[in-house]
């Protein structure tokens, strides 16, 4: 079995909330901290798609459908000014 902690993101997802997304482990918390909420988006979609990824093409496409569902929720903070 694949180690989620394993595989990271690159770059990593600073949350507005002040915590940092850094593996597929993080991203599946966060997934399914918002499993209570109704079927109002894709969350069990992009949460498939991270448990399912076996290979590096699968495993960017989560990354893609992660990022997507998060900066639709608006969950990601702004960058901040001077930050590289």
Not at 17 to 31: E, H, K, N, V
Not at 51 to 60: D, F, G, I, M
Not at 70 to 84: F, H, N, Q, V
């Amino acid at each position: 079995m694949v180690n989620l902690r394993q595989i990271t993101l690159n770059p990593e997802l600073h949350l507005r909330d002040g915590r940092i997304i850094r593996s597929f482990a993080d991203a599946l918390m966060l997934l399914r901290e918002h499993e209570a909420r109704p079927g109002i988006d894709d969350r069990d979609e992009v949460l498939h798609q991270i448990e399912r990824a076996r290979n590096r093409a699968q495993q960017q496409r989560a990354v893609e459908a992660f990022f997507a569902w998060a900066r639709e929720l608006d969950l990601i903070a702004s960058p901040r000014k001077g930050a590289s």
